[in-house]
């Protein structure tokens, strides 16, 4: 786990405006569900014998020796949410998204984060194909906001639980009988989801799932027309993607349509976000039949993806820094800066005593847009003179117009006031 500082803490603001701002856009509105839940729910939703649940969970028992852990992801409690507040009923469709910390005690020498961060959505009450192609081009319109294009986007259809389990029994037949060329881990898996093997990135494995045949045949009518016009509004609405004919996802719960978006300039964890549709989640955990679908983003990695969106910009810059000629003049600054922060004005000074060059550096060092400088002279004629650090202009102006003029001069410039 690892702390972020205010460095990089700025960074992560501005993909979290870019991010509520693409989400609000759709419609989806934001949700806040504790990080703490009761073990049993991500068991029962994520799959009792996923690597999540089992190696990756920080599982643990409070005073009370409820089994409790922090959550490794967010839909479980999103779903459960949706049950809890029986939004079925008043309800029934919700559009919710989430920004926030997640944990898995994950191996670090993949070098991944044990408290990491996701941003993501949860569309929950339809069977609409409408809404899997909306999620998908949310995520799209996300990546070309933030100047990344070379994403690539894979699709796959695994259709509902009848037809997961004919493609589980057909696909398990198959490997069995490949079981001495499988990996260890894969090996275990023919005996839980064998779904799972097809994520496994070892060589030896990679050879026997790409050999597998494609097991479109053997989904249902409904849930391969479900596909076909999710696929069809992605096509018309101008989005490049791949079908990936062994996409599966990592979590028990999703059916129909997969996707996940990978980057390649990520290198060997090229994921930047992923998704799909999960019709028997809630009816799973206790509530009623209806269907869902969502996705999230890894915004560890969305970050590393984002460096020209950032464009190296590591702080807001002050609007205005006060420079005092005198410790005299030090109490009316004071007060003056109280007024201006009072009004919206980003602005600081020094308190050390320093001298007049040492706060001008100092005022050049934090990127103020102006200097005000209050001496005995402005505060005996009730002005102040205000530098214009990037025109190089001063002038002296009388101290009730300061804060209409830095907002006349900073409205529309570089935004100084209401930068967002
Ligand atoms: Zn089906
Ligand atoms: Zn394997």
Redesign the pocket.
């Known amino acids: 786990m690892k702390d972020i500082l205010p460095d990089e803490v700025y960074h992560w603001q501005r993909i979290e405006w870019l991010l509520r701002a693409h989400f609000e856009s759709f419609c989806y509105r934001e949700i806040r569900t504790p990080l703490v839940e009761e073990a049993g729910l991500f068991s029962r939703a994520i799959g009792e014998a996923t690597d999540i649940v089992n190696k990756e969970m920080y599982e643990f028992a409070d005073r009370s020796e409820r089994q409790l852990a922090l959550r490794p992801e967010a839909t479980a409690s999103i779903a459960r949410t949706y049950i809890e507040h029986g939004f079925a009923k008043t309800h029934g469709v919700v559009k919710w998204y989430y920004i926030g910390p997640m944990f898995r005690a994950e191996r670090p020498q993949r070098g991944r984060q044990r408290q990491f961060h996701q941003a993501g959505v949860e569309l929950i009450g339809s069977d609409s194909h409408y809404y899997d192609a909306e999620a998908i081009l949310l995520l799209c319109n996300i990546m070309h906001s933030l100047g990344i294009e070379a994403w690539r986007l894979a699709v796959n259809n695994i259709?509902?639980?009848?037809?997961?389990r004919l493609i589980t029994d057909r696909l398990r037949r198959i490997l069995t009988k490949e079981r001495s060329a499988l990996c260890d881990d894969c090996t275990q898996r023919l005996q839980g989801n064998v779904l799972r093997i097809l994520d496994c990135k070892k060589p030896e494995c990679r050879k026997v799932i790409d050999a597998l045949p494609e097991w479109d045949r053997w989904?249902?009518?409904?849930?391969?027309k479900?596909f076909n016009r999710v696929i069809a509004l992605l096509s018309c609405a101008g989005v490049t993607y791949t079908k990936e004919p062994h996409l599966v996802r990592g979590l028990d719960y999703y059916?129909?349509t997969v996707f996940e978006m990978t980057l390649p300039q990520l290198g060997a964890q090229d994921a930047v976000a992923a998704g799909g549709r999960y019709d028997a989640l809630i009816s799973q955990l206790g509530g009623e039949r209806v269907g869902a679908v969502g996705f999230a983003i890894g915004l560890e990695r969305l970050l590393l993806a984002s460096a020209h969106f950032l464009s190296g910009e590591t702080k807001k810059t002050p609007d205005a820094f006060l420079v005092t000629t005198s410790l005299e003049a030090c109490d009316s600054a004071f007060i003056l800066l109280y007024q201006l922060r009072t009004n919206g004005v980003m602005c600081d000074m020094d308190f050390e005593g320093k001298s007049l060059k040492a706060q001008m550096r100092q005022a050049g060092k934090a990127a103020a847009r102006f200097v005000i400088i209050l001496g005995e002279d402005e505060i005996r004629g009730g002005t102040v003179t205000v530098k214009d650090m990037g025109q190089g202009v001063q002038e002296s102006i009388q101290q009730e117009r300061l804060i209409p003029f830095l907002k006349e001069r900073s409205a529309g410039e570089h935004g100084a006031c209401q930068d967002t």
């Open positions: 259709g509902c639980l009848d037809d997961r989904i249902c009518d409904g849930c391969t479900h059916t129909k």
